[in-house]
Structure formats: structure tokens, C-alpha cells
């Protein structure tokens, strides 16, 4: 569980650590970001995001400000939509958010917040979160809150006159550790709590009679699920409530001409879901203004406890929980790419602009779903950056 | 004898990791750790993190994630 409270709170302590003294500046200094992500998969699904970002940051004042919008334009004729005998559609997403941060000294404060707006989704996020270091600012301490509240709505439908909702609360602590001259561990546990109703007003179930439901093959088509179903469909039903505890370490090691990045995940929740993530990349300083380097990531889940590919219902009973929702099944991710870094600035100073290309596959392996077994997904994403 | 139990467990190693046994590094041995790719945040770009909202269960994200899933 990746809460973004946490990342702006650990970009602040490893820049504690990285900057030891308070004197690196007498100006601001500022960042501007541009991204322009692609996304495809074999599900006909493809997004498109671009975004931009600015930071500005005082070192010797111990204050920094950053802030983003993003918008995605998603075009999608899954399976799941297909198998609604709905046509494609494309939605428009934009979202922003903002942190603030200040640190004159070992102890530190940031506050931030985000806002993601659609037609039948909006979301609101806050939280703040204090740093402390210690041991000469070799060991620095995080502990952060946080609270958003989701609408869930029908697209041309106002929120007023149908919506539902929920709220969660999150609490992180970590800590992030020098363990020598060229290595960083941080090691943050996040605590979620979501309350209110989170189920999709699209998503349709389909039901089967307790004969038929066993012999439903994972990946049945939509032709023999309309073949084997009931002529009933119900809508998709979560539970009210679920608390989601994840556990995360990253450590980062720095050679003579390289960097290694190690990350590992454990997740767990009460709806039954429990996942494990395994990330690596390397960095390789191929020439003094570029760096490029492979990227893999493992991550493997078990299914929410209520998951079924097939669900058991009747005219008179239908499960009192029941999802479509397949990334609330068994599955497992393998994902394999790289990045480039090309810094273009003047000789001086060469990192003063940036340009970056990463490039992933991801093949998703579905272990019980309907419809679906495998996906291979690709993502691009081209980058500059420019600082001051 | 209290069990605890993995994370709990986890935890603690981690947890003495951090307070003990660890080399000083004085200020002015820190200029490979104030490198940007040896950040202890997130490398990955909008993009990718909102993709991997979308196909990970167990990340947060859920206003990220139910947009641009192409699901229902």
C-alpha cells in the first residue's frame, strides 16, 4: 500500500539527509516536470496522461512547495464492458494535487492534498505528517494521517440525485536509515481504514444455478457465460468496512558507476486479500550525461475472501457480497522494462534539464476470472524537466 | 511467551536495523546518498503509478484507480 502522504513525506527526509547543511542556497529553487505517459493492453484498453509538476524549495529556509495536474483520457472496449452490450467509451479524468513542506531544522512538517475529479467519480484527499531526525540525521522518523472521502456516482447522472460514498483514514510511520556512505533503507508501515460503500454502479454479475457454477471455466467466454448464466444479474455488492495493512522496504545502494534500487511489499487486509511485491532496477551511468538501466517487478496476489469466478444465486438469493472486480481475484503481475536519463543542460551544470523515457510490459496472469486469463499491458512514458 | 506474528516480527528486526548497528556518516560523506535516483520515494513516473494502481490490488489509490481501468 503506496500512500502518497508517505512519498512527499520521504522525499522531504531523504532530502534532510542528503543535505546536511542548511546553507545550500540564499535563493529558491525550483523544478518544472512535463509527462506524457502511454498506455495499452490487450484488453483494448489505453489511457493517455499527461501531466505536469512544479517543486520550489528554500534549503536554507527548510521550506518547499510542490504541486501537479494530470489529466488522463481513457478509451476503453474491455471485456467487461463488452459483456455489457455497452459500446466503447472515453473518459476524461483530471486530478491535482499539492504539499507543502517545512523543515528549518531536525524536526519537520508537511501538509498536502488532492483533488480527482470524472463524471461519475470525485475524490478529496488531506493529510499531513512530522519528521524527526536523529543520530546526527543518520536516522530520521515519519509519522503521517490522513483522510479522503470518494463520491461514486453514474456518468450523466448528477451527484445529488445518485451517488454513494466512503471515507478512509490513513496512518503511516517509518523510518528511513543511513546504513552506510552509499546506502538508504526505508521501511514505512501504512495502516488504511475505509468505511461507506466502494461497489461500481456498472458492474453487473452474472448469477448461475449451484449445477452449473462448478463447471464454469476460468476464462469462459462471454458467449458461454450468456450460454450458462441465469437470465438474472446483480449488481456489484462490497462489504461496508475493510482495514488494509501494508508493509514496504526500499533500500537504495549506490556503486562507483551504478545504482541499485530494491523494493519489497507485503499487503495484507480483512477482506482476505493478501499480496507480496518484489521491484528491482538498476541504473547504469552509461556516459557522464546518461543513465539508463533495466526495471523488473513481481506481484502476486490471493483473492478478497468473497471472490468467486462464478457466483451462486436464484430469483429469491443472490450472494450478499459479490464483485466483478478482477483485481479483487487471484492474479499475478511480471513486469519487465528499463529507463533513459539524458541530462541536456549546459556543461556546468548538465542536470539542469532533463529528459527521461522509461519504457514497461507488464504480462498479468487472471487465475479465476471470467473472460479473462491474460493480459499484456505496455506503458511509455517521455519526460522533462528543467530546474533553476 | 508472546507470539507475535509476522509483521510484528518484521517490524522489530527493522526496527533494530535502524537504531543500532548502523555507521555514522558524517555530513561530508553523504554526496552518494544526495544522488536523486537514490531516493527513498517512488521512481516511477504518473504514468506508470496509476497503472500500477489499476492492476494491483493491494495499492492504494482508489481515485486513481477507478479511473482509466476500463472496467465497469
Known sequence: ?388 | MVCLRLPAKLGLFMGCVALTGCVRVAAYERGAVARPDMTTSDMNGRGARHATQVHEGATEGAAAAEAGCGCN
Open chain 1, 1 to 388: 500500500m503506496q500512500l502518497r502522504c508517505v512519498a512527499a513525506a520521504c522525499a522531504a527526509v531523504t532530502l534532510s539527509i542528503a543535505s546536511p547543511s542548511a546553507a545550500a542556497g540564499p535563493s529558491p529553487e525550483g523544478r518544472v516536470a512535463t509527462e506524457v505517459a502511454g498506455y495499452a493492453d490487450t484488453d483494448h484498453v489505453a489511457v493517455l496522461t499527461p501531466s505536469i509538476s512544479g517543486h520550489v524549495e528554500d534549503p536554507a529556509a527548510g521550506w518547499s512547495v510542490d504541486g501537479s495536474y494530470l489529466v488522463d483520457v481513457i478509451s476503453a472496449a474491455s471485456v467487461d464492458i463488452v459483456s455489457t452490450a455497452s459500446p466503447r467509451w472515453t473518459e476524461v479524468r483530471q486530478a491535482g494535487d499539492a504539499t507543502a513542506s517545512y523543515k528549518p531544522k531536525d524536526f519537520g512538517v508537511t501538509a498536502s492534498g488532492s483533488v480527482s475529479s470524472e463524471p461519475d467519480y470525485f475524490a478529496y484527499a488531506a493529510g499531513g505528517a512530522i519528521t524527526q531526525d536523529l543520530d546526527d540525521r543518520n536516522l530520521t522518523l515519519l509519522l503521517g494521517y490522513g483522510y479522503g472521502h470518494d463520491t461514486i456516482g453514474r456518468t450523466g447522472t448528477p451527484f445529488s440525485v445518485y451517488s454513494h460514498s466512503f471515507d478512509h483514514h490513513t496512518i503511516d510511520a517509518g523510518f528511513t536509515r543511513l546504513l552506510d556512505r552509499r546506502t538508504v533503507l526505508a521501511l514505512t508501515a501504512d495502516l488504511r481504514l475505509e468505511n461507506g460503500d466502494s461497489s461500481k454502479p456498472y458492474r453487473y454479475i452474472p448469477l448461475f444455478s449451484v449445477q452449473i457454477a462448478p463447471s464454469v471455466p476460468a476464462g469462459a467466454t462471454v458467449q458461454e457465460v450468456s450460454r450458462l448464466r441465469l437470465p438474472e444479474t446483480v449488481i456489484e455488492r462490497l462489504p461496508l468496512s475493510r482495514q488494509r495493512f501494508g508493509l514496504t522496504a526500499r533500500l537504495a545502494h549506490r556503486r562507483p558507476r551504478a545504482t541499485t534500487r530494491i523494493e519489497s511489499a507485503l499487503y495484507g487486509d480483512t477482506w482476505g486479500l493478501f499480496a507480496f511485491t518484489a521491484d528491482g532496477r538498476e541504473l547504469f551511468d552509461l556516459a557522464p550525461r546518461w543513465s539508463v538501466g533495466p526495471h523488473v517487478r513481481y506481484y502476486v496476489q490471493s483473492a478478497v475472501s468473497f471472490w468467486h469466478a462464478a457466483y451462486v444465486g436464484t430469483a429469491f438469493a443472490v450472494p450478499a457480497f459479490r464483485t466483478g472486480d478482477r483485481e479483487l481475484g487471484p492474479l499475478m503481475n511480471l513486469t519487465g522494462g528499463g529507463t533513459a536519463r539524458w541530462e541536456i543542460g549546459p556543461a556546468e551544470t548538465p542536470e539542469r534539464y532533463v529528459l527521461g523515457l522509461a519504457f514497461d510490459a507488464t504480462y498479468t496472469r487472471f487465475f479465476d476470472d471470467l473472460y479473462i486469463r491474460r493480459r499484456l499491458s505496455t506503458l511509455g512514458a517521455l519526460t522533462a524537466e528543467a530546474a533553476w
